[in-house]
């Protein structure tokens, strides 16, 4: 089964920087390794709807984020880990939501694999 597995959230003040972390792993349904198109983050906030933030293909490395965070997030991965981050910069209340780590599989047609998130607050 494959896994996502979030990490690095916290407690920052307006102004700091958070980086987080995401690693896939494991198998997929028919047992072969997982095997990613794209990798992303969304994130949720209480009482709103989950959004977008950004993604990055896996080959190629493309970028794209949504117009809240660009130019303050970036997104990264290694390939070799099946690993992805995301470099929080001057971060605002805003940005306070549980962040989320998606994947797409290869043959999937949107992200079809999900971690558990992680917290970021960010306090004014």
């Known amino acids: 089964q494959v896994q996502l597995v979030e990490s690095g959230g916290g407690v920052v003040q307006a102004g700091s920087s958070l980086r987080l972390s995401c690693v896939a792993s494991?198998?997929?349904?028919?047992?072969?390794?997982?095997?990613?198109?794209?990798m992303g983050w969304f994130r949720q906030a209480p009482g709103k709807d989950r959004e977008f933030v950004g993604s990055i293909r896996w080959s190629g490395g493309s970028t794209y984020y949504a117009d809240s965070v660009k130019g303050r997030f970036t997104i990264s991965r290694e390939k070799v880990g099946n690993t992805i981050y995301l470099q929080m910069n001057t971060l605002k209340p805003e940005d306070t939501a549980r962040y989320y780590c998606?994947?797409?599989?290869?043959?999937?047609?949107?992200?079809?694999?999900w971690g558990q998130g992680t917290q970021v607050t960010v306090a004014s």
């Open positions: 998606a994947g797409q599989s290869v043959g999937a047609e949107s992200y079809n694999y």
């Open positions: 494991g198998r997929t349904a028919s047992g072969r390794p997982f095997s990613n198109v794209a």
